[in-house]
């Protein structure tokens, strides 16, 4: 099985950029396909960006497009999400997902991702 743990968030102000990190623990990094996802308090879990094992293909939430750029680096065994134009509505906790099952298929549904992180906390202030 395969570990995530993700890192680089923190407290930004509106209109900020970040990037966060996740770094995956096992031997397979490159058969996954990767995903973001982000819940805030109170609310569903909800699916930000996603990337197939080999970087041809991606896909980003309406509220993410022209803000976010999702990328991998599998001999680094990591993915990144590069954040800008940061508002207070992106707050919450930022996951980072694995789908081991299939290497090319990009699903927007948490129950397609079998491997998750413990999430880091990004704090966007108006």
């Known amino acids: 099985q395969v570990q995530l743990v993700e890192s680089g968030g923190g407290l930004v102000q509106a209109g900020g950029s970040l990037r966060l990190s996740c770094a995956a623990s096992?031997?397979?990094?490159?058969?996954?396909?990767m995903g973001w996802f982000r819940q805030a308090p109170g609310k569903e879990r909800e699916f930000v960006a996603a990337?197939?094992?080999?970087?041809?293909?991606?896909s980003y939430a309406d509220f993410m497009k022209g803000r976010s750029t999702i990328s991998r680096d599998n001999a680094k065994n990591t993915v990144y999400l590069q954040m800008s134009s940061l508002e207070a509505e992106d707050t919450g906790v930022y996951f980072c997902?694995?789908?081991?099952?299939?290497?090319?298929?990009?699903?927007?549904?948490?129950?397609?991702?079998?491997?998750w992180g413990q999430g880091t906390q990004v704090t966007v202030s108006s």
């Open positions: 997902a694995a789908n081991s099952i299939n290497a090319y298929y990009i699903s927007r549904i948490p129950r397609d991702y079998n491997y």
């Open positions: 096992g031997r397979t990094f490159n058969r996954y396909s």
């Open positions: 990337i197939t094992a080999n970087s041809a293909s991606t």
